[in-house]
């Protein structure tokens, strides 16, 4: 059994900085690609950033220059958000890749303006 946990949510105010952390654990060999994604209300869920086991990372549109995406270790990646907006507000969630597919619980990030 894989879990998929993450942390770093919360509240800041417009031009603030979060960083959200996933680590994923179990019976995991070899893990591929980790993302985080974000849904906001009233949207679908969308990408904003992944990367892959050789450290190739893609980022939405939306957040290139204000968020990185890095890999601490085999199975743990951190997403550092600066300059975050209102429109940043949703529920992030992590995706972990192998030979399966896992998402984390998600975990809340409120921008106010």
């Known amino acids: 059994q894989v879990q998929v946990e993450e942390s770093g949510g919360g509240t800041v105010q417009s031009g603030g900085s979060l960083r959200l952390t996933c680590t994923a654990s179990?019976?995991?060999?070899?893990?591929?690609?980790m993302g985080w994604y974000r849904q906001a209300p009233g949207k679908e869920r969308e990408l904003v950033a992944s990367?892959?086991?050789?450290?190739?990372a893609q980022y939405a549109d939306s957040v290139k220059g204000r968020f990185t995406i890095s890999r601490d270790n085999a199975k743990s990646v951190t997403l550092q958000m600066n300059s975050l907006k209102p429109e940043d507000t949703a529920v992030y969630y992590c995706?972990?890749?192998?030979?399966?597919?896992?998402w984390g619980q998600g975990t809340l990030v409120t921008v106010s303006s």
């Open positions: 995706n972990v890749l192998w030979t399966h597919n896992a």
């Open positions: 179990g019976t995991i060999f070899s893990v591929d690609d």
């Open positions: 990367i892959s086991r050789s450290l190739t």
